[in-house]
């Protein structure tokens, strides 16, 4: 029934799915359920590990803040509509997911840079790593992640706010995305698009190469050094990131190319790859680091081998 207010708009499920919610809703509150508890985890073993208080931890505990309050922002639309709770959000409740999302979703990549940053003066400039990295430079670089993320995407979020939305208020996900309310608005939107297109290549587009190019001087410099052992032990210290980094850009590069070229495909198509860009990155970056990163793993390790004694 499509009766709605101007000011509610529709969430969308799985399309043609809507009999098996039940089932669908279990992988899901399993996923939300790792995101939690994983992203908590990896913040409690760095706050009460002392081994751990060193910059890169510091930018990790940063990366599972992020992926926890991206988990929090969603798990309420995405399982409401799964267990039939919710089925339409407010044009308000959706500006403020939107202006999370966008926002978190910027910070990722801007503390994706931060520890690329962190890995090219630890391999290239080990010598001057706690004088460049200190205490005070973390926070700075933390507030400008901040700034940087949330600061710059608010004009268009409030514009959103005075937009005329005539057409069907459908979204076409189970959470509130800026383009898909550009989509349902009748206004002027240009600003907007704009202004998003340019965010994006700044932010986005600038993070990845500027990762890229910190990763070829850290190449550079690991294939000058002499022994082979190391050689892989100095690039054992990237491999998690490279993996984190790999997580958030590639589902990125799905969804566009989904929105770009997917007008065939099934709806379904567009919702679970929506689902994935929200995710996969806060699922897999603790399993990432508790796997690859030796000194979280032993703490876990030693964790769970007292809950057992």
């Known amino acids: 029934s499509l009766n709605i207010t101007s000011s509610h708009f529709f969430l969308t499920g ?4 809507k ?3 039940a089932w669908i809703s279990l992988p899901f509150f399993s996923i939300y359920t790792m995101v939690l508890l994983g992203n908590c985890m990896i913040l409690h073993v760095i706050r009460t590990e002392p081994s751990l208080h060193e910059p890169m931890f510091y930018f990790l505990a940063m990366l599972a803040l992020t992926d926890l309050c991206m988990g929090l922002s969603t798990v309420h639309t995405v399982l409401g509509i799964l267990w039939g709770l919710i089925q339409e959000i407010s044009l308000d409740a ?13 910070m990722e990549s801007s503390v994706l840079l931060a520890m690329s940053f962190d890995r090219y003066i630890a391999i290239c400039n080990p010598l001057r790593y706690t004088t460049i990295l200190t205490n005070t430079r973390i926070i700075q670089i933390g507030v400008a992640v901040l700034v940087r993320s949330f600061l710059f995407i608010t004009p268009p979020i409030i514009r959103l706010k005075f937009f005329d939305y005539c057409r069907p208020h459908i979204l076409s996900h189970s959470f509130c995305l800026h383009q898909d309310l550009l989509r349902l608005a009748c206004s002027e939107v240009h600003f907007n698009s704009f202004y ?6 700044c932010t986005l587009l600038l993070d990845s190469l500027l990762i890229l190019i910190s990763y070829i001087l850290i190449l550079h410099s690991v294939l000058a050094i002499a022994s082979r ?3 892989l032990k100095s690039f054992q210290t990237c491999v998690s990131h490279i ?3 790999l997580v958030f850009y590639i589902p990125i590069i799905g969804l566009t190319m989904v929105h770009r070229f997917g007008k065939h495909l099934s709806p379904v198509v567009y919702v679970l790859m929506g689902n994935i860009y929200i995710l996969f990155p806060p699922l897999m970056n603790p399993i990432i680091y508790s796997v690859k990163t ?3 793993r032993s703490r876990i390790q030693r964790w769970f081998s007292l809950k057992e004694n």
């Open 243 to 245: 993996c984190a980094v």
């Open 196 to 201: 998003a297109l340019a965010l994006v290549i």
């Open 294 to 296: 030796q000194q979280i």
């Open 19 to 21: 009999q098996s919610y």
């Open 14 to 17: 799985l399309p043609g799915l």
């Open 94 to 106: 959706c500006i403020i997911q939107t202006y999370f999302i966008h926002g978190l979703s910027f």
């Open 229 to 231: 052992e190391e050689r």
